[in-house]
């Protein structure tokens, strides 16, 4: 996340003479950021590969998470970011990719594994409570910053497929939809005929179809952030 704050900075002298310091200034100020983290450091450097498990336990992970969250945020601030919304974990026991390497039944009886989904639901509770105390912090400057819940509406549609139009929801539509992800989903992998029919695209990250339906669910929550 440092990095990208790295990034931004290497971007804002880019546009500069363009647009000028004030130009920037105005840009920045206007523009909406939106934060997504927290998913991989848990599926992939917690469960999957135990490296933190080793430093942290669950409560002490959350915490450690929390705190890069808002010191990016701090570091957005710093940079003339006003407008910034924060997603929240999605219901990390129902990603394909934890049920196959968290269940005894890898490829039969594939459901929602509650002790994942549980930790992703605390940590969002916290990061609200975050965000709430550096809303009310900031708010004199007119900063906006709010969470933004993507676990509801994915959810939902894991629970309620039908009502969305969905045939699978425990397997991606990329190759076996187990595993793959990232570089393991490639022009050379094997895809399901209609992935509208899919919530998940590959073994973690949802279909066009889904981020279209969290979209939806969250943009009362966008207006907010960006209006005035």
Same mark, same amino acid.
């Given at each position: 996340m440092s990095k990208q704050l790295d990034y931004f900075r290497e971007y804002k002298k880019k546009i500069e003479p363009a647009i000028g310091n004030q130009g920037i200034e105005n840009h920045i100020n206007n523009a909406l950021f939106v934060i997504s983290a927290g998913t991989n450091d848990f599926v992939v450097n917690y469960y999957t590969v135990p490296v933190r498990r080793q430093s942290y336990n669950v409560s002490s992970y959350q915490q450690f998470l929390l705190q890069k969250v808002k010191e990016f945020i701090q570091g957005l601030w710093d940079e003339g970011a006003r407008k910034i919304g924060v997603s929240g974990l999605p219901p990390m026991g129902c990603l394909p990719i934890v049920d196959t390497f968290s269940s005894n039944n890898t490829f039969t009886n594939r459901s929602c594994i509650e002790q994942y989904s549980s930790v992703a639901?605390?940590?969002?509770?916290? &990061? !609200?409570?975050?965000?709430?105390?550096? !809303? !009310? $912090? $900031? =708010?004199?400057?007119? =900063? @906006?910053? %709010?969470?933004?819940?993507?676990?509801?509406? &994915?959810?939902?549609? *894991? !629970? %309620?497929?039908? @009502? %969305?139009?969905?045939?699978? *929801?425990?397997?991606? +539509? +990329?190759?076996?939809?187990? *595993?793959e992800t990232s570089i393991l989903c490639n022009q050379a992998s094997t895809v399901c005929t209609d992935a509208s029919k899919y919530v998940f695209w590959d073994a973690i990250h949802p279909t066009e179809m889904a981020y279209n339906v969290v979209f939806q669910d969250i943009r009362s929550t966008i207006d907010v952030i960006t209006s005035g």
């Open positions: 639901r605390d940590y969002n509770q916290m &990061l !609200q409570t975050e965000l709430d105390e550096m !809303q !009310q $912090s $900031s =708010a004199n400057h007119g =900063a @906006k910053i %709010y969470y933004v819940d993507i676990y509801g509406p &994915l959810f939902d549609m *894991v !629970q %309620y497929p039908k @009502k %969305y139009g969905y045939e699978e *929801v425990n397997v991606g +539509c +990329c190759g076996s939809g187990y *595993v």
